[in-house]
């Protein structure tokens, strides 16, 4: 008959102990090159939609010619049916990473149908209920469903963009001292972001990809500035910052080396003081920690020995 014995267990602890410790090694390295295989889908599947849309631009101005008088009321029309709303949200949408084409026209229909569907949840639950909700009560509940459905999408949207926007600040100060390491050794803007892009694919994935479509944007379009916008569009923060410097470079003609070394001693000069701020925010927020928890335990032991020996000299006496 087999016993399970201490020997055993110790045998299959240490295995398990072995097979984690293995696994917690080579995850990062699988988990590296998923990464870098994802950064390249994208950025290939980027290309062959700029080459699509190119082509088919060009097949459109093969085949028929508008007038300008009629672009320009196509335009006009157009401009006024989705307005600045539908501009807004699409940009928040591309600095949220969702980079559907149709994705605004779901955020829309979320907007439009989730209130609904709040309302019907909200009068199902009223309805179930043994008690009746007094009119007033029902009005209230009603219209905070509206709100909670309207803005649902919105707030998420906005949290992710806000989440995302932070990430890349985080990281785009030291891929931007890499960019002007490889333009001061005379690689091409070009391949500068493109290079950059593939090194940072391992460590910070979303702004590998928002580099690797630049580059992919500036191989493809013939106007380099639509490409620095559409990138300061997406990233925001210190990306929209760094596009502005590269298009008012390319404008007045100044080095872009130079344009390079001035944005990175300012985020040097921005990170320090980002810093500084939260060492100097340190000690506020460590008050009421220390209070709840470090100053009763102080209290224990400085107190409690002579509790103690109070307690015992009342019992004896």
């Given at each position: 008959m087999?016993g399970i014995?201490?020997?055993?267990?110790?045998?299959?602890?240490s295995?398990?102990?072995?097979?984690?410790?293995?696994?917690?090694?080579?995850f990062p390295?699988?988990?590296?090159?998923e990464?870098?295989?994802?950064?390249?889908s994208?950025?290939?599947?980027?290309?062959?939609?700029?080459?699509?849309?190119?082509?088919?631009?060009n097949n459109?101005?093969?085949?028929k010619?508008?007038?300008?008088?009629?672009?320009?009321?196509?335009?006009?029309k157009?401009?006024q049916f989705a307005?600045?709303?539908?501009?807004?949200v699409?940009?928040?949408l591309l600095?949220a990473?969702i980079?559907?084409?149709?994705a605004?026209i779901f955020?829309?229909?979320?907007?439009?149908?989730?209130?609904i569907l709040f309302?019907?949840i909200?009068m199902l639950?009223?309805?179930?209920g043994?008690?009746e909700v007094a009119?007033s009560?029902?009005?209230?509940?009603?219209i905070?469903?509206?709100?909670?459905?309207f803005?649902l999408?919105?707030?998420?949207?906005?949290?992710?963009?806000?989440?995302?926007?932070e990430?890349?600040?985080?990281?785009f100060?030291d891929?931007?001292?890499?960019?002007?390491i490889?333009?001061?050794?005379?690689?091409?803007?070009?391949?500068?972001?493109?290079?950059?892009?593939e090194?940072?694919?391992e460590?910070?994935?979303?702004?590998?990809?928002?580099?690797?479509?630049?580059?992919?944007?500036?191989?493809?379009l013939?106007?380099?500035r639509a490409?620095?916008?559409?990138?300061?569009?997406?990233?925001g923060?210190?990306?929209?910052s760094?596009a502005?410097?590269?298009?008012?470079?390319?404008q007045?003609?100044?080095?872009?080396?130079q344009?390079?070394r001035v944005?990175a001693s300012?985020?040097?000069?921005?990170?320090m003081?980002?810093?500084?701020?939260?060492?100097?925010?340190?000690?506020?927020?460590?008050?009421?920690p220390?209070?709840l928890?470090?100053?009763p335990?102080?209290?224990?032991?400085?107190?409690?020995?002579?509790?103690i020996?109070?307690s015992?000299?009342?019992?004896?006496?």
């Amino acid at each position: 008959m087999f016993g399970i014995t201490s020997e055993l267990i110790i045998i299959l602890i240490s295995a398990l102990a072995a097979a984690a410790s293995f696994a917690a090694f080579a995850f990062p390295f699988l988990q590296r090159s998923e990464k870098k295989e994802h950064y390249r889908s994208t950025i290939e599947k980027k290309k062959k939609d700029l080459f699509i849309s190119a082509r088919e631009g060009n097949n459109k101005k093969a085949e028929k010619t508008v007038s300008a008088k009629d672009s320009v009321a196509t335009f006009f029309k157009v401009q006024q049916f989705a307005g600045e709303f539908g501009e807004k949200v699409r940009v928040q949408l591309l600095q949220a990473g969702i980079r559907d084409p149709m994705a605004p026209i779901f955020y829309l229909g979320a907007q439009a149908g989730l209130p609904i569907l709040f309302i019907l949840i909200s009068m199902l639950v009223m309805s179930a209920g043994e008690k009746e909700v007094a009119s007033s009560t029902q009005f209230f509940i009603l219209i905070g469903a509206v709100f909670a459905g309207f803005f649902l999408p919105r707030l998420i949207i906005k949290n992710k963009a806000i989440k995302r926007i932070e990430d890349l600040n985080m990281t785009f100060p030291d891929a931007l001292d890499m960019m002007l390491i490889c333009v001061q050794g005379g690689i091409g803007l070009e391949q500068a972001v493109d290079r950059i892009a593939e090194e940072t694919s391992e460590h910070s994935p979303v702004l590998a990809e928002e580099l690797g479509i630049l580059s992919a944007e500036m191989a493809m379009l013939a106007d380099r500035r639509a490409a620095l916008t559409d990138f300061g569009r997406r990233v925001g923060g210190y990306g929209k910052s760094f596009a502005t410097a590269l298009i008012q470079a390319e404008q007045y003609g100044t080095s872009v080396s130079q344009a390079l070394r001035v944005m990175a001693s300012e985020l040097r000069e921005i990170r320090m003081a980002n810093a500084e701020q939260k060492a100097a925010s340190l000690p506020p927020k460590l008050t009421v920690p220390m209070i709840l928890f470090f100053l009763p335990a102080l209290f224990i032991i400085i107190l409690g020995p002579a509790g103690i020996e109070a307690s015992n000299s009342g019992v004896g006496g």
